[in-house]
Protein backbone atom coordinates (compact mmCIF):
# COMPACT_ATOMS: atom_id res chain seq x y z
CA UNK A 1 0.00 0.00 0.00
CA UNK A 2 1.31 3.01 -0.72
CA UNK A 3 1.98 5.97 1.68
CA UNK A 4 0.72 9.24 1.23
CA UNK A 5 2.19 12.87 2.64
CA UNK A 6 2.02 13.46 6.17
CA UNK A 7 2.77 16.74 8.31
CA UNK A 8 5.49 16.34 10.74
CA UNK A 9 6.85 18.85 13.00
CA UNK A 10 5.16 21.79 10.96
CA UNK A 11 7.34 20.20 7.52
CA UNK A 12 5.82 18.45 5.34
CA UNK A 13 6.63 14.61 4.24
CA UNK A 14 7.44 14.96 0.39
CA UNK A 15 7.37 10.72 0.32
CA UNK A 16 10.07 11.10 -2.39
CA UNK A 17 10.03 8.53 -5.49
CA UNK A 18 11.03 7.79 -8.45
CA UNK A 19 10.03 6.85 -12.23
CA UNK A 20 11.57 3.89 -14.25
CA UNK A 21 15.46 4.35 -15.00
CA UNK A 22 15.28 8.06 -14.18
CA UNK A 23 17.54 9.40 -11.59
CA UNK A 24 15.53 12.22 -10.59
CA UNK A 25 13.70 12.26 -7.29
CA UNK A 26 9.69 13.54 -7.57
CA UNK A 27 7.28 14.08 -5.05
CA UNK A 28 5.35 11.09 -4.55
CA UNK A 29 3.12 9.47 -3.43
CA UNK A 30 4.22 7.38 -7.17
CA UNK A 31 1.25 7.16 -9.60
CA UNK A 32 0.62 4.48 -10.92
CA UNK A 33 1.39 4.34 -15.41
CA UNK A 34 -1.15 1.48 -16.48
CA UNK A 35 -3.90 3.86 -16.65
CA UNK A 36 -4.71 7.49 -18.61
CA UNK A 37 -2.68 10.45 -16.42
CA UNK A 38 -2.12 13.42 -16.77
CA UNK A 39 1.94 15.07 -16.02
CA UNK A 40 2.90 18.08 -14.89
CA UNK A 41 7.08 19.00 -15.24
CA UNK A 42 8.52 21.90 -13.50
CA UNK A 43 10.51 23.69 -11.41
CA UNK A 44 10.23 24.79 -7.67
CA UNK A 45 6.03 25.72 -8.31
CA UNK A 46 5.44 22.54 -9.81
CA UNK A 47 7.02 20.59 -6.73
CA UNK A 48 4.79 22.53 -4.62
CA UNK A 49 7.67 23.19 -1.87
CA UNK A 50 6.06 24.01 1.55
CA UNK A 51 2.84 23.17 -0.22
CA UNK A 52 0.57 20.14 1.11
CA UNK A 53 -1.59 19.86 -2.09
CA UNK A 54 -0.05 22.20 -5.33
CA UNK A 55 -1.40 22.40 -7.89
CA UNK A 56 -0.87 19.38 -10.08
CA UNK A 57 -2.84 17.61 -6.59
CA UNK A 58 -5.78 20.11 -7.17
CA UNK A 59 -5.85 19.09 -11.00
CA UNK A 60 -6.10 15.46 -9.84
CA UNK A 61 -8.62 15.75 -7.48
CA UNK A 62 -10.83 18.37 -10.01
CA UNK A 63 -10.06 16.01 -13.72
CA UNK A 64 -10.48 12.89 -11.16
CA UNK A 65 -7.82 11.42 -13.23
CA UNK A 66 -4.00 10.38 -11.98
CA UNK A 67 -1.81 13.80 -12.16
CA UNK A 68 2.23 13.24 -11.71
CA UNK A 69 4.12 15.72 -10.07
CA UNK A 70 7.23 15.59 -12.16
CA UNK A 71 8.64 18.94 -10.46
CA UNK A 72 12.17 19.45 -9.66
CA UNK A 73 12.90 21.96 -6.88
CA UNK A 74 15.14 24.49 -8.94
CA UNK A 75 14.90 22.38 -11.85
CA UNK A 76 14.96 23.55 -15.21
CA UNK A 77 14.61 22.09 -19.04
CA UNK A 78 18.23 20.28 -18.76
CA UNK A 79 17.06 17.99 -15.40
CA UNK A 80 14.29 16.74 -18.15
CA UNK A 81 15.12 16.64 -22.03
CA UNK A 82 17.99 14.53 -21.22
CA UNK A 83 15.96 12.20 -19.23
CA UNK A 84 14.33 9.77 -21.72
CA UNK A 85 12.21 7.78 -19.05
CA UNK A 86 10.47 11.07 -18.04
CA UNK A 87 9.83 12.06 -21.87
CA UNK A 88 8.32 8.67 -22.42
CA UNK A 89 6.21 9.45 -20.01
CA UNK A 90 4.82 12.35 -20.48
CA UNK A 91 5.07 11.48 -24.48
CA UNK A 92 2.70 8.73 -23.04
CA UNK A 93 0.34 11.19 -21.11
CA UNK A 94 -3.25 12.19 -21.87
CA UNK A 95 -1.85 15.51 -21.63
CA UNK A 96 1.47 17.39 -19.71
CA UNK A 97 1.37 20.51 -18.49
CA UNK A 98 4.64 22.27 -18.78
CA UNK A 99 5.86 24.97 -16.43
CA UNK A 100 7.95 27.57 -17.84
CA UNK A 101 10.97 27.52 -16.00
CA UNK A 102 13.88 30.12 -15.96
CA UNK A 103 16.94 30.46 -19.23
CA UNK A 104 19.49 30.41 -16.05
CA UNK A 105 18.77 26.76 -15.45
CA UNK A 106 20.36 25.58 -18.71
CA UNK A 107 23.81 25.12 -20.29
CA UNK A 108 25.05 26.77 -22.91
CA UNK A 109 27.67 27.87 -24.38
CA UNK A 110 29.02 30.35 -21.58
CA UNK A 111 29.19 27.55 -18.72
CA UNK A 112 27.31 24.62 -17.94
CA UNK A 113 24.89 23.22 -14.67
CA UNK A 114 24.19 20.17 -12.76
CA UNK A 115 22.45 17.90 -14.93
CA UNK A 116 19.83 17.09 -12.41
CA UNK A 117 20.14 20.03 -9.62
CA UNK A 118 20.37 22.86 -12.64
CA UNK A 119 20.61 25.75 -10.28
CA UNK A 120 24.53 24.43 -9.48
CA UNK A 121 26.91 26.10 -11.81
CA UNK A 122 29.78 23.66 -12.68
CA UNK A 123 31.89 25.67 -15.20
CA UNK A 124 32.69 28.33 -17.54
CA UNK A 125 33.30 27.69 -21.14
CA UNK A 126 36.41 29.22 -22.86
CA UNK A 127 34.32 31.67 -24.42
CA UNK A 128 32.68 32.82 -21.20
CA UNK A 129 36.37 33.30 -19.64
CA UNK A 130 37.48 35.10 -22.63
CA UNK A 131 34.37 37.84 -22.63
CA UNK A 132 34.82 37.99 -18.28
CA UNK A 133 38.57 37.78 -18.10
CA UNK A 134 38.49 39.46 -14.79
CA UNK A 135 36.84 36.91 -13.22
CA UNK A 136 37.43 34.08 -11.16
CA UNK A 137 34.70 31.85 -11.36
CA UNK A 138 35.54 29.51 -9.47
CA UNK A 139 33.96 31.54 -6.41
CA UNK A 140 30.57 30.66 -7.71
CA UNK A 141 28.27 27.88 -6.95
CA UNK A 142 25.10 28.91 -8.05
CA UNK A 143 24.07 30.78 -11.23
CA UNK A 144 22.26 33.21 -9.68
CA UNK A 145 24.80 34.30 -7.72
CA UNK A 146 27.30 34.10 -10.71
CA UNK A 147 25.21 35.67 -13.05
CA UNK A 148 24.89 38.67 -10.68
CA UNK A 149 28.63 39.08 -10.14
CA UNK A 150 28.57 39.56 -14.09
CA UNK A 151 26.37 41.64 -14.52
CA UNK A 152 28.06 44.11 -11.82
CA UNK A 153 31.16 43.36 -13.16
CA UNK A 154 29.80 44.85 -16.43
CA UNK A 155 26.30 45.42 -18.08
CA UNK A 156 27.82 45.19 -21.47
CA UNK A 157 28.89 42.29 -21.58
CA UNK A 158 26.23 41.02 -19.40
CA UNK A 159 23.57 41.78 -22.39
CA UNK A 160 25.94 39.08 -24.60
CA UNK A 161 25.03 36.18 -22.10
CA UNK A 162 21.32 37.13 -21.61
CA UNK A 163 21.23 36.95 -25.54
CA UNK A 164 22.86 33.58 -25.47
CA UNK A 165 20.67 32.42 -22.41
CA UNK A 166 17.19 33.65 -23.90
CA UNK A 167 18.45 31.79 -27.41
CA UNK A 168 19.36 28.65 -25.78
CA UNK A 169 16.32 28.36 -24.00
CA UNK A 170 14.26 28.39 -26.96
CA UNK A 171 16.31 26.24 -28.95
CA UNK A 172 16.18 23.52 -25.61
CA UNK A 173 12.24 24.63 -25.06
CA UNK A 174 11.53 23.28 -28.86
CA UNK A 175 13.57 20.10 -28.22
CA UNK A 176 11.97 19.20 -25.30
CA UNK A 177 8.25 19.79 -26.72
CA UNK A 178 9.03 17.66 -29.78
CA UNK A 179 10.14 14.92 -27.76
CA UNK A 180 7.04 15.33 -25.41
CA UNK A 181 4.69 15.50 -28.56
CA UNK A 182 1.75 17.45 -29.62
CA UNK A 183 -0.27 16.67 -26.62
CA UNK A 184 1.17 19.80 -24.30
CA UNK A 185 -0.10 22.72 -22.49
CA UNK A 186 2.38 25.89 -21.38
CA UNK A 187 2.24 26.83 -17.63
CA UNK A 188 3.36 30.27 -17.21
CA UNK A 189 2.75 30.60 -13.20
CA UNK A 190 4.61 33.52 -11.71
CA UNK A 191 4.06 37.10 -9.77
CA UNK A 192 5.59 38.28 -12.92
CA UNK A 193 3.78 39.62 -15.99
CA UNK A 194 4.41 37.61 -19.40
CA UNK A 195 5.96 40.81 -21.94
CA UNK A 196 8.25 41.78 -23.63
CA UNK A 197 10.07 44.22 -20.97
CA UNK A 198 13.62 44.33 -21.45
CA UNK A 199 14.90 42.27 -17.98
CA UNK A 200 16.99 45.76 -17.08
CA UNK A 201 13.60 46.90 -16.96
CA UNK A 202 12.00 44.82 -14.92
CA UNK A 203 11.76 45.75 -11.15
CA UNK A 204 13.22 42.66 -9.50
CA UNK A 205 15.45 42.43 -12.54
CA UNK A 206 17.90 39.10 -11.15
CA UNK A 207 15.60 37.90 -8.36
CA UNK A 208 12.86 37.55 -11.60
CA UNK A 209 11.44 34.05 -11.73
CA UNK A 210 11.09 32.69 -14.33
CA UNK A 211 14.70 34.62 -15.55
CA UNK A 212 14.87 36.00 -18.53
CA UNK A 213 11.95 34.96 -20.52
CA UNK A 214 9.70 37.15 -22.35
CA UNK A 215 6.31 36.61 -23.92
CA UNK A 216 8.42 36.82 -27.93
CA UNK A 217 9.99 33.82 -26.56
CA UNK A 218 6.68 32.09 -25.60
CA UNK A 219 5.17 32.59 -28.12
CA UNK A 220 7.58 31.04 -30.44
CA UNK A 221 6.95 27.75 -29.07
CA UNK A 222 3.00 28.15 -29.51
CA UNK A 223 2.96 26.10 -32.89
CA UNK A 224 4.33 23.20 -30.66
CA UNK A 225 1.91 22.94 -28.01
CA UNK A 226 -2.06 22.95 -27.69
CA UNK A 227 -2.48 26.25 -25.38
CA UNK A 228 -0.02 28.81 -23.07
CA UNK A 229 -2.11 29.11 -19.52
CA UNK A 230 -0.96 32.83 -17.99
CA UNK A 231 -1.58 32.76 -14.26
CA UNK A 232 -0.75 35.47 -12.49
CA UNK A 233 -1.64 35.14 -8.67
CA UNK A 234 -4.27 38.34 -7.95
CA UNK A 235 -3.42 40.53 -5.52
CA UNK A 236 -5.49 38.80 -2.26
CA UNK A 237 -3.62 35.34 -3.44
CA UNK A 238 -0.04 37.43 -3.03
CA UNK A 239 -1.37 38.71 0.01
CA UNK A 240 -2.57 35.26 1.50
CA UNK A 241 1.80 35.02 1.90
CA UNK A 242 2.50 31.75 3.53
CA UNK A 243 -0.79 30.92 4.97
CA UNK A 244 -0.84 27.44 5.09
CA UNK A 245 2.30 26.43 4.29
CA UNK A 246 4.47 24.02 6.18
CA UNK A 247 8.33 24.89 6.68
CA UNK A 248 10.60 24.68 10.26
CA UNK A 249 11.32 28.06 11.79
CA UNK A 250 14.60 28.65 9.75
CA UNK A 251 13.31 27.71 6.36
CA UNK A 252 10.20 31.27 7.09
CA UNK A 253 12.51 33.27 4.74
CA UNK A 254 12.89 31.15 1.79
CA UNK A 255 9.33 30.03 2.05
CA UNK A 256 8.04 33.94 2.08
CA UNK A 257 9.62 33.95 -1.55
CA UNK A 258 7.36 30.76 -2.88
CA UNK A 259 3.91 31.12 -4.69
CA UNK A 260 1.45 30.18 -1.04
CA UNK A 261 -1.59 28.11 -1.04
CA UNK A 262 -3.69 30.42 -2.35
CA UNK A 263 -1.56 31.11 -5.95
CA UNK A 264 -2.13 27.15 -6.47
CA UNK A 265 -5.53 27.57 -6.35
CA UNK A 266 -5.55 29.92 -9.08
CA UNK A 267 -3.62 27.86 -11.09
CA UNK A 268 -5.07 24.91 -10.88
CA UNK A 269 -8.72 26.89 -11.26
CA UNK A 270 -6.93 28.05 -14.74
CA UNK A 271 -5.71 24.75 -15.63
CA UNK A 272 -8.96 22.52 -15.54
CA UNK A 273 -10.77 23.99 -18.38
CA UNK A 274 -7.81 24.37 -20.19
CA UNK A 275 -7.04 20.66 -19.55
CA UNK A 276 -10.60 19.63 -20.09
CA UNK A 277 -10.79 21.59 -23.56
CA UNK A 278 -8.17 19.75 -24.43
CA UNK A 279 -7.96 16.27 -23.48
CA UNK A 280 -11.77 15.89 -24.07
CA UNK A 281 -12.78 18.39 -26.86
CA UNK A 282 -14.44 16.13 -29.94
Given at each position: MMKYETITHGELSYSPCRYGSSRILFRGPR????????????????YGKFIQKPFPDLVEKVMRQPCLNLGCVNGGIDAFVNDTTIMDICNNADMTVVQVMGANYLSNRFYSVHPRRNDRFLKASTVMQAIYYDVDF??????????????????????????????????RMRTMLNLIGPRSILLWFSDEKLDDTPWAE??????????????????????LVRDIV????????????????????NQSGIASEMLGVACHAEASAALVPALREQIYAP
Amino acid sequence: MMKYETITHGELSYSPCRYGSSRILFRGPRRRLDRPYIACIGGTETYGKFIQKPFPDLVEKVMRQPCLNLGCVNGGIDAFVNDTTIMDICNNADMTVVQVMGANYLSNRFYSVHPRRNDRFLKASTVMQAIYYDVDFSEFSFTRHMLGALHEKSTERFDTVVNELQEAWVARMRTMLNLIGPRSILLWFSDEKLDDTPWAERPNQLQSDPLFITRSMVEKLRPLVRDIVVVNPSAKALAGGTDGMYFSENQSGIASEMLGVACHAEASAALVPALREQIYAP
